[in-house]
Each structure stands twice: as C-alpha cells, then as structure tokens.
C-alpha cells in the first residue's frame, strides 16, 4: 500500500493501493506504521507524500463503506472507522518537519483530508479535488470542516462543503486550497524542486517556524512569546551562529 524512501533529509511515502488509493482500516494501520518509521530518522526534514496511481487519493474504501452500511451496528462501525483517520492526520499535522503533498490526481473527500492536514501542497492543473460529502448526505469528518476554514476562510470553506464543489488544480490555488499548481507533466520536477529547497534549510529553524505558525491558530492565544523563545533557542545552536556569520560576511545570499 505505502513504499517509503528516506535520502538526503527527505522521506518520500508513496501511496499505491491500486487503482485509487481507497482509505480502508489497514490503509489506516500501514500508514501509522510507516509515520513510526520515519519518526526513527533523526535528521529528517521534509516529509513528501505523493501518489504511484492515476489518483492521489479518492477517499474512503467503498467496499468497507457497504458493509458497515447495512450492519446493525454500522453508525459505530463508522464512527471508529472516521475517529482512525481523524488521529492519523492529526498526527501528520504535528510531526515536526515539513509535510508538503503533491497531488497529481484526484484528491477527494478523505483524500484530500490528508492534503489539507499536509503543510503544504502542490497540485497537477488537470487534478480534481473536493470535499463531496454532503452530496451524500454526511460531512467530511475527518477534518475537512475544520482545516479547510482555518486555512481558506470560512467563505472558501462554505463553498466547496455546502456545494460539494469539485475543482481543478488551478481553481483550488486561486482559492488557496493548494500553494501551487502546474501541468501534471511538470508536477513531479517542481515538488522535487520544492522538497530539496526546503531539505537545504536548518531543521531546527524549519520546526520552530511550524510550532510558531501553529500557534497562531489556538484560540486566545498568539504565538509572539512561542517565537521570542525560539529565537532564543536558535541562537544558541551551531548552524543559526554559522549562518548568522555566513550572511553578515557575505558569504550567504
């Protein structure tokens, strides 16, 4: 389902359950279990998640959908099914370096749940993504209300939920669902070229910043004394004093 490749402070997992992806309770557990192995790299910097299919990732397993459909006890069934993806992206969006997700197909309802729990996003201008739930009368639970209206404001959020709206690529970046979008012939190159930008930055500074960025969505409570001790911490490290350096005496651009 997963294949993990860690070089050079990057770790790329590469989603490939044929033919789409499809979210199902074992998906859950392999990509908890692929999390723990690069939580073992110590220098790791970038965590890059794309797709070996056509699609990112359509959303939920339509097989284990039915069968909790029509169980007597499917409503539970459900909600620990929805309550598994919700920790496993929750997960994701603390880990301590950068997650960035390249969608070069379809990223839908669950799927593209993971992406917005992703730092950053980068998507083929052909690629179809959307929250589609209520068309079916649900809701996408496994984040979605809440990430997307922190990240695109309540009124981008309203439209794509309340509308089940789906978008291309280059829609999605003019709303701000994703950071970048380029012809699918492209994606790949430009990911890898966002991906070893950021692998060539400090770790330390890279985490900061995230912790930083997070805190200023906590309600009551801003993140200015959270940068202040992070200032405080960076220079007292090696790499912030060499590069300080670096750039004072030019030799840094």
């Known amino acids: ?43 790791l910097k970038v965590l890059h998640i794309r797709s070996a299919q056509k699609v990112f990732c359509a959303g939920a397993d339509l097989v284990q959908i039915k069968e909790r459909f029509v169980a007597t006890d499917g409503p539970d069934r459900m909600f620990s099914f929805v309550a598994g993806i919700q920790r496993l992206y ?17 990223a839908m309802g669950g799927g593209l749940e993971l992406a917005l729990a992703c730092d950053l996003r980068i998507a083929a201008a052909e690629a179809k993504v959307g929250l589609p739930e209520v068309h079916l009368g649900l809701i996408p639970g496994a984040g979605g209300t809440q990430r997307l209206s922190r990240l695109c404001g309540r009124a981008v959020a309203t439209r794509m939920i309340l509308g089940a709206e789906v978008v291309n690529g280059i829609t999605a970046a003019t709303l701000g669902i994703v950071h970048w979008s380029f012809p699918r012939a492209e994606l790949a190159a430009r990911a890898d070229v966002i991906v070893r930008r950021i692998a060539s930055l400090p770790a330390a500074a890279l985490a900061a910043s995230k912790s930083c960025i997070a805190a200023s969505a906590e309600p009551g409570r801003g993140g200015y004394f959270d940068e202040i001790e992070a200032t405080r911490r960076l220079l007292t490290t090696l790499e912030t004093h060499t590069r300080v350096e670096a750039f004072l005496t030019g030799h840094l651009s």
């Open 1 to 43: 389902m997963f294949t993990l490749a860690i070089d050079d402070h990057v770790a790329t997992l590469t989603l490939d359950r044929p033919p789409v992806n499809a979210i199902s309770d074992q998906w859950v557990a392999q990509f908890d279990a692929a999390l723990n192995e690069i939580m073992e790299s110590a220098d």
């Open 90 to 106: 929750a997960r994701i969006e603390q880990l301590p370096f950068v997650t960035l997700a390249e969608i070069g197909g379809a």
